[in-house]
């Protein structure tokens, strides 16, 4: 395990519904070992419902998923979906992913290793804070430290950029890159499509099923864009990446808004 | 003047059953206290409080059919758990009536049964508001092996417990076995309330799960300590209550209830609510 290109899950038409129509159908998605890839589509397009499928949290009602034989998949979820009110600390959420040890207490190695990647992701001075006391960046950090912490194969993100500004944008997914240089095999969901086009070399466009894969200069084009959000977009192009209007804050193309 | 205070406050301690009652009690609240912090966690409040009622019917039957209570409450009282546990995770709609009804139905069996067949062990009232009066030696040594047993399995399954209880979904993809950390939950949380039944009584017993939990999550925001504190509230609880109880000739849950809603009232006060948002998951009593 752990060559390049080594297929870690794959979907072949997979077709989910919760309890009515289904949110996807005809899926057909492989992740290799080495592969960083970035999905994007509208709200409810199924990105979380994908990720849970690869999780195998979901099964699904038709088609197959194959994973990989014993594969350690690390999971940053939306910070939507974290009950933020429950009482702990950075250190005692990061540490709780070490679940195999059989006393409460952390050994000197499992301290030196949070204190390790917590200060990778620049947020170890935060350690003995409640969750809720950091940004959404920091909390997103956390949780990217939770998953680090379980040594994953494969690191799947929903929505590690949501709700922050564009600097803390940039600096979650520098930091994906870098850990994709380092070897990791990682999937992310975002809303941010300039975020993802500058720095994720393969992208999803899914609304319901896979629309389209590729490098950005091929999922970035209007035709896909409105054939997945439903809404014309412009793509003007900016020291060779793609950069995606929104057609309705375009400044010189007034729109007529539907009543 | 305050002779006579201490000398009444020491008179209790001079009776052998009182002492036992005492030590049961603190025992009993510690116990709650620890289990509690899940229950309250996830939302269970109003799953405590049904599964004591379940098993008041499993404790009358056994009792009905003189199999020993402990082991027929017990079977009785995991199984209902174990089956409110499914229910509550599945997110469905009525839940909660559910709930209601599989548990009231198993306590209002236990006072038919009771009431056609006749009881050999506590009165009425003890068994719904609890006493100290017919604590026996075997009810001491199962409080006691319950508490040891709950202690252990916090301990030793302390990572996954919390991850479970914090957010099952990512536990379950990062190893945690959550359906079997669950079912050991319900287990303790059974055992819990089984062993303390005759003490605090059940329709009490919800509230001493609850209350030190509530008043340890306003104090801290860290889980370890919010467990040791949980349970030092619930022993303190109990030690008072039980003394009260005493002094003024009322029921023991009673007494360690309103001494755990006083304890509420005042730290509530003085920190004003921190920490008491609405719980996350699942119904909440
Ligand atoms: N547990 C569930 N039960 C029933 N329907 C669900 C459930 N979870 C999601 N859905 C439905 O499935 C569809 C896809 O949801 P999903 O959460 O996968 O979308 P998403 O692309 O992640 O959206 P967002 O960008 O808002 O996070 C939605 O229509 C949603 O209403
Ligand atoms: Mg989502």
Redesign the pocket.
Known sequence: MGTVNEPLVRLDSVELS??GAP?LAGVDLTLRAGDFVGVV?P???????LLRLALGTLCPTAGRIERARGLRVGYVP?LETVSWSFPVTVAECVLMVRSDRWLPWATRAERRAVTEVLDRLGIAHLADRHIRELSGGQQQRMFLARALLRDPQLLLLD?PTSGVDVATRHEMLHLLGHLHDDGMTILL?T?DLNGVAAHVPDLVAMNGTVLRRGAPADVMTPTVLEQTFGAPMDVLEHLGMPVVLDRKRHPRRPVVEAP | MIETVIETLLEPFGYAFFVKGVVVATLAGALCGLVGVYVVLRGMSYIGHGLSHAIFGGFAASSVIGLNYVLGAGIWGFASALAINRVSRAHRIGADAAIGVITTASFALGVALLTVFGNRGPSFDAALFGSIIGISTADVWTLVAVSALTVAVVLTRYRALLFATFDPEVADVSGVRVARTDALLMLVLSLAILATLSIIGVTLVAATLVIPAVVARMLTHRFATMLCLSSAIGALCGLVGMNLSYHLDVPSGTTIVLTGATVFALVLMATGGRGLQRAPRAAVL
């Not at chain 1, 709200?43 to 419902?49: E, L, N």
């Open positions: 919760y309890d949110v589509g709200s409810g397009a199924g990105k979380t419902t939306q929505e969901t809303h």
